[in-house]
């Protein structure tokens, strides 16, 4: 702030400035409230983000409209703030009562110190002059930032002062007032021009309106010209705000307003004045900061002790206030004076459709026309019945109705009163009375009851007509719509039925005790705790579709209201006036809108992210953030900054990663995330302001959360592994079980060939030999010439053979594979192809193993088989034999270059031949899998695969069995 008050500041002319009107119906909020952390105020600027930064005694602030933030204060090398300059591209200077500036730019500060860097003393002002340059100004100088250097301005520049008191723009002129003169440097000068200090004085206070406000050297203080011209002035008992406005007869007046510690202002010690780029003004006091803004609701000034006061309209821009404790006001635009000839005590009021106004109340009933006041006494049993009256209603012919609480409905006509007998539906006193354009009236009762008298007739509306209000308060009459509303929310007559409009997300419009439809469609309710308005559209499509909900824009406290609605009496509380201007009472106050000037806010809001926090500690979000391992909650701090409606800013966010949608957060300026595994995130985050406004994309910003030692790759990895190998054992684990069981059963198998050997050579072939030793020696007493010894002698030697059979067979049974499967096959092979066209080929892999026994023969009866078969059938050139001895598997391939077979054969095998499946048979025995591929005309192979843990004697361990493989890849 400047040293002196001879400084104006002045805020960029508006036309349409919603600041031009009186300050009594500019809205008044204490910031701070009785908050005295924040200490005393005595700086303040706003940055292009929109965020007020604040100097206090304790330190720097930056205010989003909702919260202080600190966060640079203990970051600045000193506490005591006298000066605050915003720059054009976000720097935002600070200068210190006891000397020094900090630039602070984004999360960095610099520091300049004072006596060195800039000149020494309270440093009161920082801006950017005529020449683009910075300038700082202090109790002993002037200096200005040239490539980056703090250098002092003197002779150099034309400029002699040693103490300057103030510095300011003006009208794109630099100017330095001090004790030896006003100097001002002009855009394109190189020097310094010098005028009279007062004549430059006297020049800036003469130019703010005609007549003059003068600068008051004795007790004006900060002075501000704000976006409408309205002089602001910070004086002793508060602050003073000047308004110039042309009266009736073209004459220049100057209106002077004041505003107090005992209107509400913080303290009548004012520091400055500020107006912020949404045109509200701001004055910051010793004890607190307080906002002045305009809101759509215009609240009426109105003296004395007004309760409970109602609006009625008359022509033009003229409407009646009355009230319970003064006689009504009669209020001509924005101008309200009492009108004494009707008394006090007014509690319902209407005009008829000649455009006279009737008021009833603790006196009477009383009728303006033309401008003059008749009265209508009560009748004697109304005559202490004024507190009662309830509703009022004039009809096309002029009658008179009046609803009176306990006593009932009373008719005025030809100069005298009669009660209305209402006993044929049931009821007594309506809550509400209208007639509409079509000379209907309309009684309204509270328990969900509505009568139409027309013509003669009545026709009553309640819940079986879909009715549901549980209390009716309010009804509004065109002529295309019947509007009613009340403790339940609004409904609108459709035919014969009434069906109920609701709003977005649930929204009932609770309570509704006025209501009011524009010339334009646009429906107006008021609430209990504000007023609504829906768009003519949304009710268009409302009524083609009775579940939509109707979007709504809510006028609340920040929008001007003050106090409830009544929902008793009087009724209705919201009025159309001629001139288009809607009129809302609550039990306090009077307040009017134009419906075509509604103020919006279409600045796009700015979103910032503030902060990330673990729990443990607070980061700004700039730079690379990373979290500590194994962070369990994560808060994020963003806002957008927002002076005047700042809670009416609707935020939504998303991490990526972890949200597939947008997240809607209201009003709330933080997020919270729990159970945040290791990794990167990145976090976004949108505003849209009231208006529907959305910010220019999204904010974002990206962090890490580390890993504990159990949550790295490599961990995982190793566990992965460690999985594997578990895996692995236990599957060896059973395979070394199934090849014991499987060894066992073959065992088993052994055991039984080797007894039923035993049994065929200890039995059957001892018996037989005996029998042939027998036989011998019978044929031995027999002659050589007898046909008989002949005869016997060939019979013993085919008994020899078919013994020396058995005993080969019996030698199978018990014998081991002690042969090579290689030679065997060798063997058949060459007996088979010796001396035909066929040729044989043996190809053998790996080294030979020792083979257990049931492998050996039933691996060699298949492959004799196969070799056979192909032999016999396939009219080829080649047979082929390959024995592998892998680490795994033991491999047998018989490859013929045949005719091959079908892919009947394949899976049947030949008509009445077994050969096929009885190799498969024999594969299944030993675990082995089998497998043919065939087409014809191209030969076929069979292969026996038996795993290496049944085939062999000694098995191969894990190492040999991967070095083997390595080997297999590498010859591969």
Known sequence: MALHAQEIDRALRSADSPLDRPLAELRHINIAQNDTTHGSFTAIAQSPDGFLWLGSSTGLLRFDGVRFDDTYANRLPHLSINSLYADVNGDVWVGYTT?????????????????????????????????????????????????????????????????????????????????????YLKPGATKFGVMDAGEHIDAEWRRTGTPARLYNQEHDGAALVDSSGALWISEPTGVERDRWITDGDGHPQRIVETFSSVDGLSSNSVEDIFEDREESVWVITRHGLDQFRATNLRPMSLPGNVQIPFVVPDRGEQVWIPNIWQSPFRVTGTTASLYPEIPSGITVAARDKRGAVWMAGQYGVFKYENGDVSKIEWPPELQHAGAYIQAIAVDKQGVLWVSVTVHGLYRFVDGSWSKVDTAAYGKGSPIRLLSDVLDRLWLVYPDDSLFVMDQGKTRHYGASDGLKTDELLAIEVTPSHVWVGGERGLFLQQGDRFVQIKGKNGEIFRVITGIAEGSNGDLWLNGLDGAYRIEAKELARAQADPSYEVHFRFFGQDDGRIGMADRIRPLPTLAKGDDGRLWFSTSTAASWLSPGKILRAAMAPTVVIDAISDGEARYSASGDIRLRPLTR????????????????????????????????????????????????????????????????????????????????????????????????????????????????????????????????????????????????????????????????????????????????????????????????????????????????????EGRPRELVTQVYWEVLAIAKEAMFNAFQHSNGTLLEAEIAYLSSALRVRLRDDGVGLSETMLQEGRPNHWGISGMRERAGKVSAKFRIWSREGEGCEIEILVPAGIAYVAQVGGFQRMLGRMLQWARS
């Open 633 to 844: 909650r994560v808060e994020i701090e963003y806002t957008a900054p927002s002076l005047a409606n700042p809670k009416r800013i609707h935020f939504r966010y998303r991490l990526d990663g972890v949200d597939n949608e947008w997240q809607d957060a209201g009003d709330r300026r933080s997020a919270y995330y729990t159970n945040l595994g290791p990794g990167h995130y990145r976090f976004h985050v949108e505003a849209i302001n009231e208006d529907g406004v959305p910010s220019d994309g999204d904010g974002s910003f990206a962090f890490a959360i580390g890993a504990a030692w159990y949550q790295t790759k490599v961990f995982k990895l190793l566990c992965a592994v460690s999985i594997l190998a578990l895996l692995a054992a236990l599957h060896g684990l059973r395979m070394r079980q199934e090849r014991a069981r499987i060894r066992m059963s073959m065992q088993a198998r052994n055991d039984e060939r080797d007894r039923i050997a035993r049994d065929l050579h200890d039995t059957v072939l001892q018996s037989v030999q005996g029998l042939v030793m027998r036989f011998q020696s019978v044929a031995d007493r027999i002659p050589e010439d007898q046909h008989v010894r002949i005869a016997l002698e060939g019979a013993l030697d085919r008994a020899d053979k078919v013994v020396a059979e058995a005993r080969g067979r019996v030698l199978d049974l018990r014998s081991k594979a002690l042969g090579d499967l290689r030679e065997a096959l060798e063997q058949t092979g060459r007996e088979l192809t010796s001396g035909q066209s066929m040729r044989f080929k043996m190809l053998i």
């Open 99 to 183: 000397g020094g500036l900090s630039r602070i730019r984004g999360n960095d500060i610099v520091n300049y110190q004072g006596g060195a860097d800039v000149p020494q003393g309270t440093l009161y002002t920082v801006l950017r002059g005529p020449d683009a340059h910075l300038w700082a100004a202090s109790t002993t100088g002037v200096a200005r930032l040239v490539d980056d250097r703090w250098t002092k301005v003197g002779e150099d520049l034309g400029f002699d002062e040693d103490h300057p008191q103030s510095m300011q723009m003006i009208d794109g002129e630099l100017w330095i007032v001090g004790n030896r003169g006003a100097w």
